[in-house]
C-alpha cells in the first residue's frame, strides 16, 4: 500500500497529533512497530506525521496515548479505535492479537 492511497483511505489527519499537515509530511505509521514484527500490510497502517512518527518510536499504541496526554495532546481516540479494530480482523494472529489488547487498553484510559 502506497501512502497516497493509505491517505486516501484514511483521509489526511495525524492519529496522534490530530494534525493535518501537507501530505508530504504525513507517513504511514505502523500500529504494530516493524521493530515488534508489526508487517507492512494495509491493515497494520495509519497516518501519522512525520514528528509524532519519529517521537512515538516503538512504542505501543496505548503507551503512546498516554504519553502524548502527558505532553499536552490529545490524540484521536476515534482513528485509533478504527485503525485497530481494522487490524483486529488481520489475518495474522500477532497482529490482531496486538490490536485487540489495545483495543482493551484504550477502553480503560
Ligand atoms: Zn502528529
Do not use: F
Amino acid at each position: 500500500m502506497t501512502r497516497e492511497s493509505l491517505i486516501t483511505r484514511d483521509g489526511g489527519t495525524c492519529v496522534w497529533c490530530g494534525g493535518a499537515p501537507w501530505p508530504a509530511d504525513l507517513t504511514a505509521e505502523h500500529l504494530l512497530p516493524r521493530s515488534r514484527r508489526g508487517r507492512t500490510v494495509p491493515e497494520n497502517l495509519a497516518v501519522a506525521c512525520r514528528a509524532c512518527n519519529k517521537r512515538r518510536r516503538t512504542k505501543p499504541v496505548v503507551a503512546y496515548v498516554r504519553a502524548q496526554r502527558q505532553d499536552g495532546y490529545e490524540p484521536r481516540v476515534d482513528l485509533l479505535q478504527g485503525a485497530l479494530a481494522r487490524l483486529s480482523r488481520s489475518v495474522s494472529p500477532a497482529h490482531a492479537e496486538y490490536a485487540q489488547r489495545q483495543l482493551a487498553l484504550l477502553d480503560r484510559l
